[in-house]
């Protein structure tokens, strides 16, 4: 039996880009020697008709072409679980439906996986070209926050598109955690993984579905997930200003003593309980961050929710 290869691309009001990437990987397919390729497609609570293309594609070849239909949107994140949970292959590829990850780049990344020097081929972008500079510019400041505090490295510009064999699979699946952040989890794996570069490309068709809001948010989660220092850094930082209003309230009591000082100016006074006040809130703020993620955690929910699967 030939080995196969699973495709799992997650789809989000994709309508457009579907038939599009579907004719560019069967474009390369020929050059994916002795492999038989399965897709799985992860419709994600799309509201346009991903769903109607799905079908007419699964229709067109239900050996190999292969949906889970959500109930609602869960995230790519989500999408991505679910399909790794469905693959059937010898080995995975996950891919963005946009085309902004190149399907020419899928005999390299198998040649790689084959020569059995690696359990994974990554991609990395080498520039963010046609980028809106604000993204790029927070994107780089994430990257490098992220990697100073937390010990699992996450590399800038490294994409989801990646090809993995079935022990690093099975590994991502045995990582059942609710908050699911893919670039720290595929790096937290370990195994043996190599990068292939190459400048970006735009999207095909359709339109992207993340603004700042929830890219900020996702880094967030990204933090959160992979890393405790928050909570350090906040404890220090109540620890000094404990320590500093301290060695204040003691100098008032000298100065009120021994000179008399009457301590006037209740301005700054308000202004230094505003300023504790503040510090507490924020480190109340990322307690509770981590809090919250707990309680997720612990509520055992599903990861997502399929209504349809062919
Ligand atoms: N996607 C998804 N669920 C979402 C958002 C996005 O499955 O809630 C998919 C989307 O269809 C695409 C991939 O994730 O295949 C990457 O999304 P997008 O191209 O919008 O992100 P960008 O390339 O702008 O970072
Ligand atoms: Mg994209």
Known sequence: MPEKLSIIVPCY??????PLFYQAVQQIQPQLEQIELEYWFINDGS?????????????????????????RNFGKEAGLFCGLQQA???????????????PELLPQMLQLIRSGKYDCVGTRRTNRKNEPPIRSFFAKLFYRLINRISDTPIIDGARDFRMMNRQMINAILSM???????????????????????????????????????LFKYSIDGIVAFSEIPLDISAIVGLFSCIGSGIAIIWIIFRALVYGDPTAGWPSL???????GGIQLFCLGI??????????????????????KK
């Open 13 to 18: 009001n994709e309508e457009a880009a579907i």
């Open 47 to 71: 509201q346009d008709q991903t769903l109607t293309e799905l079908r007419k594609l699964n229709q067109l070849d239900p050996q190999h072409v292969h949906y889970a239909s959500f109930s």
């Open 88 to 102: 059937t292959g010898d080995l995975v590829v996950v891919m963005d439906v946009d085309l902004q990850d190149p």
């Open 176 to 214: 059942q955690e609710y908050n699911r952040f893919s670039k720290g989890i595929f790096s937290w794996v370990g195994f043996r993984t190599t990068y292939l570069e190459y400048p970006n490309v735009e999207r095909q068709a359709g339109q992207t579905s993340w603004n700042f809001w929830s």
């Open 270 to 276: 308000v202004c230094f309980i505003l300023f504790v």
């Open 287 to 308: 307690v509770g961050k981590y809090i919250g993620k707990i309680f997720l955690e612990v509520k055992h929910r599903p990861i997502y929710l399929i209504q349809e």
